[in-house]
């Protein structure tokens, strides 16, 4: 069946330094893949989607490509801010609507 | 304003009691889902409605039934709470093939 990986379950970096998330799938459906950010005790919420390969598509400073070759869409940043530490999760689309989540990864961003 | 609402938002509940968690949206998205999160399992999927009486199963749908007569009103329920259901609970909705979810504030759930 249809899965998203995220390998790290926490990742700590400092301050101004870049960011990279990994994220990779697998899929026997049309690719729709997502990142969604989850603040600390906050709903979470779309920060970028994509379902185009090899384009590059940026949000809040944020972004990812979509490899379908590899199967990956790792989300990355080029300077960390204290504001980015939050729980961040891979989605894929599946038939009929539904998002199957990766199991997360937390960015703590330390001064 | 996009809206989901999610009542209650805290719930404490003994082992065996039936429980009733609501969810509303203010968008008239026809697709609603109940999800569970859980410390290194994620966000999982328990149910997807994708309107009114047309609800399908997700990943972990037992112990868990749906219910959604209004298009913008959808529960979730619990009857004879386990201790495992203990979690936090999001509510959440989109509109057509966008797939873009809207998250509610969750409700976090303790079965003792």
């Known amino acids: 069946g249809d899965s998203v990986t995220q390998t790290e379950g926490l990742v700590t970096l400092t301050e101004g330094l870049p960011v990279m998330l990994n994220c990779t799938y697998q899929t026997a459906y049309s690719t729709f893949l997502f990142w969604y950010v989850q603040h600390l005790n906050e709903a979470p919420k779309l920060l970028l989607k994509?379902?185009?390969?090899?384009k590059r598509t940026e949000h809040q400073g944020f972004h990812a490509t979509l490899h379908k070759s590899s199967s990956s869409f790792h989300l990355q940043k080029s300077s960390a801010q204290l504001s980015d530490s939050a729980l961040y999760y891979c989605a894929l689309r599946n038939m009929g609507y539904k998002l199957t989540f990766g199991t997360g990864t937390s960015l703590l961003v330390d001064p | 304003d996009m809206k989901v609402t999610q009542m209650p938002r805290y719930l404490i509940k003994r082992m065996g009691e039936n429980v009733l968690l609501e969810c509303g949206q203010d968008m008239s998205h026809e697709t609603m889902y109940w999800y569970r999160q859980d410390p290194g399992l994620g966000l999982q999927l328990i149910y997807i409605s994708y309107d009114v009486d047309s609800n399908s199963e997700g990943d972990i749908p037992k112990g868990y039934r749906v219910s959604r007569k209004k298009r913008e009103h959808f529960s979730l329920i619990l009857d004879s709470a386990k201790t495992n259901q203990t979690s936090v609970y999001f509510c959440?909705?989109?509109?057509?093939?966008?797939?873009?979810?809207?998250f509610g504030a969750g409700t976090r759930l303790s079965v003792l």
């Open positions: 994509s379902s185009t390969d090899n």
């Open positions: 959440a909705s989109s509109f057509g093939s966008q797939n873009t979810l809207y």
